[in-house]
């Protein structure tokens, strides 16, 4: 089990990138949150076994296929036992 905290810069407000995220952490199996931040960015937390959040972290890099994704800054922190993935 391992867990990410990630701020994803671009356009990604407006773009579906929370419920495209929410689509693909469902499809994962990991479990999590999403919300906008008011500096235009979104923020994410994704925890789950050690491939899915992987592959969300890939995912996230990319986005909606609306969104135009500049960076992603990512941070491993403690797993908090979520059970869902969410949009806060």
Avoid: I, K
């Amino acid at each position: 089990m391992q867990s990410r905290h990630l701020v994803v810069h671009g356009h990604v407000q407006g773009v579906f990138y929370r419920q495209s995220a929410q689509d693909t952490a469902g499809d994962l199996g990991v479990a999590g949150w999403v919300r906008n931040r008011d500096d235009g960015t979104v923020e994410m937390v994704v925890e789950g076994d050690d491939q899915a959040v992987e592959m969300m972290v890939a995912w996230a890099r990319e986005g909606s296929p609306q969104a135009r994704v500049d960076g992603v800054d990512v941070t491993e922190t403690e797993p908090q036992g979520l059970r869902s993935f969410d949009q806060a």
